[in-house]
């Protein structure tokens, strides 16, 4: 009988960062809403028993169509696998392996905002295996 892989990140890299934020904006008196989409993809590498996960992470607020903030954040886990773990390497991909990383996409998008010149931008907790069986995590397309 087949075990299924254990995964720990080896490391993590930003891939691409972006920020744009008008230069006048009024937080206290407009009521400013914020969107946040996430993708994911990865890529399972049999030969090296490596898992790379990718996760972009787009944000914006403001009112109505009109944008004060943008951000979009990219970034790679490489994830290293072994033998006795619960979950396949998709399950793992899925949910389990963003749910990882996502705390570093939260720090970069805090930081950035705060250099910015207005107050952190903080996302609250994701719950990604919730959010993928409501299908609301999008998979990364190949350009």
Do not use: W
């Amino acid at each position: 009988m087949a075990t299924t892989p254990t995964f720990q990140i080896s490391e993590i890299h930003l891939l691409e960062s972006q920020f744009k934020r008008k230069e006048n904006i009024d937080f206290n008196t407009l009521s400013i809403k914020n969107k946040v989409s996430i993708e994911t993809g990865h890529h399972y590498h049999e030969s090296t028993n490596t898992l790379d996960i990718t996760v972009l992470l787009n944000f914006s607020a403001g009112i109505g169509s009109q944008k004060f903030i943008s951000s979009k954040i990219k970034m790679i886990g490489y994830f290293s696998c072994g033998d006795g773990a619960e979950l396949s390497v998709d399950q793992f991909a899925l949910a389990n392996g963003p749910a990882i990383m996502f705390p570093f996409l939260r720090e970069h998008l805090a930081s950035t905002s705060l250099k910015s010149g207005i107050r952190p931008i903080i996302l609250p907790a994701v719950n990604f295996i919730k959010l993928r069986a409501e299908n609301k995590i999008k998979k990364i397309t190949a350009k």
